[in-house]
């Protein structure tokens, strides 16, 4: 499975990530211990929610659409 996340930090109330993994806990895991470049200055982080794929290309869709203008619009008015 393809997984498509939003993460919040609880430090840094409104710091948003949104990622793309197969393998979601060792991912989240990863934010939270650092080892993500960006992330590491914002964490600890909380799971908002994901979205699970089968195909990797809607996945990487998926994520690109979440980081795009309108993608934006409707993951804060419908995901966050």
């Known amino acids: ?27 989240f895991r990863n934010h939270n211990d650092g080892e993500s470049p960006h992330a590491s200055k914002f964490k600890p982080w909380r799971l908002i929610t994901y979205t699970a794929f089968s195909d990797q290309a809607k996945a990487e869709a998926f994520e690109r659409y979440l980081k795009s203008g309108s993608g934006h619009a409707f993951a804060r008015n419908r995901l966050w």
């Open 1 to 27: 499975m393809h997984y498509v996340y939003l993460i919040e930090s609880t430090a840094f109330p409104g710091e948003r990530y949104v990622g793309l993994t197969t393998d979601l806990k060792r991912r």
